[in-house]
């Protein structure tokens, strides 16, 4: 979806993504509103920690709040801006679906349209569009990592949730799922993002709610990798890795898919993580279901940007054994 950015401030031309929000003050709908929960997933995907400026329910008045230098906001493309404001096309939001509604008025006997005639409300089947399993993933990556109570659900001790009450709450929500296509979502090939097994379904990783994933400790392969972006490289040498709202800071076995998850901020750049030494130091490392291996931090003296796969740790350092 490529959603408006509107401001007073921003300068035209082009497209944004998701991660160029960053730094924002955004005005946004009240919490539990479809558009704002879609914001709050897609800055969740790519760690983008915000809080709103102001909120204000309704295009029309998100629109006026920035026109009077407020902030920023996020609106649906059929929204113009006002004279005098700026709008920049935003890339990496969920895809809007619309949805055509009829019911016979009661105690009426009206012959149901030829449109409604097809599919009355059983849910979304057969074999999904690429886009639209992309979309339905970071749906079910939201509310089972980050916000089950967005759709009403509770999560166990291990983050499961049966899968038909999974599907019903989605359904209540406007994002209704079949069981066929749930198992697309689950089997697409790429992140691997849930588990499923005895009808119950979890994220296999990246959680901010607390769960308990019952993952035995292991003993790492000698370098990891991170995938970010220049801009966050000032912080992360001189403070390490942290999860920021996750559980656990996320590690990649192969320098390939690192720089796939830091593409979604922007160019990439790898960071090498020195598993090997901070095993010997006690760290303690976990690998999930879908191969990412998962650790509570990696201290700035462990982590490194600049030799390639092979060439050894360079830069940062973890200072020598002392004794």
């Known amino acids: 979806m490529r959603a408006p950015l509107a401001g007073r401030a921003h300068a035209g031309g082009g497209q944004i993504s998701v991660a160029d929000l960053a730094g924002l003050e955004l005005i946004v709908p009240p919490a539990g509103r479809p558009h704002r929960r879609s914001l709050e997933r897609a800055l969740l995907e790519v760690g983008i920690p915000w809080q709103p ?42 895809a809007v679906r619309y949805w055509a509604a009829w019911r016979a008025a009661r105690g009426q006997r009206r012959r149901v349209p030829r449109a409604f005639q097809r599919r009355r409300g059983r849910g979304v089947s057969g074999e999904l569009s690429a886009a639209e399993v992309t979309a339905a993933s970071k749906f079910l990556a939201y509310v089972l990592r980050h916000d089950p109570a967005a759709i009403g659900l509770a999560l166990d001790d ?10 019903a709450a989605a359904a209540r929500n406007g994002r209704a799922l079949s ?41 790492p392969p000698g370098v990891l990798f991170h995938g970010t972006v220049a801009r966050f490289l000032p912080a992360i040498l001189a403070e390490g ?5 996750r559980v656990h800071v996320h590690l990649s076995a192969d320098p390939g898919t690192a720089a796939a998850v830091g593409a979604r901020r922007g ?23 879908n191969g990412v291996w998962l650790t509570a931090r990696v201290p700035p003296g462990y982590v490194s940007a600049g030799p390639a796969p092979g060439a050894g740790m360079a830069g940062h350092r973890r200072p020598p054994h002392a004794g």
């Open 53 to 94: 400026a102001a909120e204000a329910d309704g295009w029309d008045l998100l629109v006026h709040l920035a026109s009077l230098g407020l902030g920023a906001t996020v609106v649906n493309g059929c929204v113009p801006p006002p004279d005098g404001m700026t709008a920049i096309p935003v890339s990496g939001l969920p």
């Open 241 to 245: 890795l942290r999860p920021g709202q």
């Open 179 to 219: 069981a066929d296509a749930l198992r697309q979502v689950i089997d697409a090939p790429g992140k691997r993002r849930f588990e499923a097994r005895d009808g119950l379904i979890r994220a296999a990783q990246g959680h901010s709610v607390p769960v308990s994933l019952g993952l035995e400790p292991l003993v």
């Open 267 to 289: 160019r990439p750049v790898i960071l090498q993580v020195d598993a090997a030494g901070m095993h010997e130091e006690g760290h303690e490392f976990f690998r999930a279901a």
């Open 158 to 167: 291990g983050g499961w949730v049966a899968i038909d009450v999974l599907l």
